[in-house]
């Protein structure tokens, strides 16, 4: 893949993902085919749904989000076989579930921080592990070539 439309897309997800209402994490995730947008998604709570952070708890919150690649999944309405999908964090296991069933090829995700693998490390072995069984390609993006 070439690394400017890695940039590009990388950057398509950050921008998607600021237009998640949630006030602790924001995550976008980008779906593409041959360099073309098949679909966007962001972290929140399903359409129609009042999502006023300070009426509901952190576990009610939980229960209620969807993520961003359950989200861009969703709206997508077409075969996703084959297809790229960008991320702003990297895939929980029951998102890599999602992404392994639609037939997803690849999955782009920037290199973690320190304090992310401290906080996920657990979820995203499982989530690696998953997809390496399943035969998904994870593609990390190196964070010197995203933040220039």
């Known amino acids: 893949m070439n690394s400017k439309w890695a940039k590009r ?3 398509m997800a950050e ?5 998640s209402k949630d006030p602790s994490t924001q995550v ?29 708890d952190r576990e009610l919150k939980y229960l209620k989000t969807l993520h961003a690649e359950e989200n861009a999944i969703l ?4 075969d996703l076989d084959g297809c790229d999908i960008w991320v702003t964090h990297f895939p929980c296991p029951n998102c890599a579930a999602k992404i392994i069933q639609t037939g997803i090829a690849r999955v782009h995700c920037p290199e973690q921080s320190a304090d992310f693998l401290s906080r996920w490390g657990e979820k995203i072995s499982i989530s690696q ?20």
């Open 9 to 11: 897309f990388y950057q």
């Open 15 to 19: 921008l998607v993902a600021s237009w």
């Open 28 to 56: 976008g995730a980008v779906i593409t085919k041959h360099n073309r947008i098949v679909s966007v998604g962001f972290n929140g709570y399903p359409h129609g749904v009042d999502d006023s952070a300070e009426t509901d």
């Open 75 to 78: 709206f997508s309405k077409r």
């Open 129 to 148: 592990d998953m997809f390496q069984q399943a035969g998904v390609e994870i593609c990390w993006l190196p964070l010197s070539e995203l933040n220039t």
